[in-house]
């Protein structure tokens, strides 16, 4: 632990001058990283089953969607079996994966607000505090628990 002009470090070695954030919004920033990775892999099994594809596991939130989309129409126009449902599911789980994006690319100088360099500058982030990851938490949770349900295969 360094004891110089900047203080101690916090207890995995980053220098509190770094990143001055509290333990709960860390916790709360991993499961947004954690959950995110979580609807990424049930969006590819979706995918997988719906679509009788190899796999998309480590694809992208906007790469899965379009795929997702693809499969939709060529289901329906085939008049195959298509709940209704889960093109919310899916849409639900790509909204909460926007909100993760922005949490997870944004810089932090303080838990109360945050930011994104984005082309034409940067933009405040809508979800600062604690309060607000543990919302975008509840949505990840609900979008890994939303995709659950079609996780069968229309093959079998």
Same mark, same amino acid.
């Given at each position: 632990?360094?004891?110089? %002009? ?5 207890? +995995?070695?980053v220098p509190?001058?770094?990143?001055n954030?509290?333990?709960? +919004?860390?916790? /709360?920033?991993?499961? %947004?990283?954690?959950l995110g990775?979580l ?8 995918? %997988?089953?719906?679509?009788n ?11 899965l969607?379009?795929r +997702?989309k ?8 085939a /008049?195959y079996?298509?709940?209704a449902?889960l ?12 909100e ?8 932090w100088?303080a838990e109360?607000?945050?930011w994104?360099?984005r082309?034409g ?8 505090g %604690?309060?607000?990851?543990?919302e ?5 949770v609900a ?5 659950g ?5 229309? +093959?079998d």
């Open positions: 632990m360094s004891d110089g %002009v900047y203080g101690l470090d916090d207890d +995995f070695g509190r001058r770094m990143l954030l509290s333990d709960d +919004f860390y916790g /709360g920033l991993g499961r %947004v990283a954690a990775a609807v990424e892999l049930r969006l590819s099994n979706v995918i %997988v089953l719906w679509g594809d190899a796999s998309d596991e480590g694809q992208p939130i906007h790469h969607s379009k +997702f693809k499969i939709r129409t060529a289901r329906i126009e /008049g079996e298509f709940p449902g093109t919310d599911a899916v849409a639900a789980a790509t909204d909460a994966m926007a993760r994006n922005e949490l997870l690319h944004s810089m100088p109360t607000s945050g994104r360099n082309p500058g940067t933009t405040t982030t809508r979800y600062a %604690v309060p607000a990851v543990r975008v938490i509840g949505r990840l979008a890994v628990e939303g995709l349900p079609y996780l069968r295969s229309p +093959f």
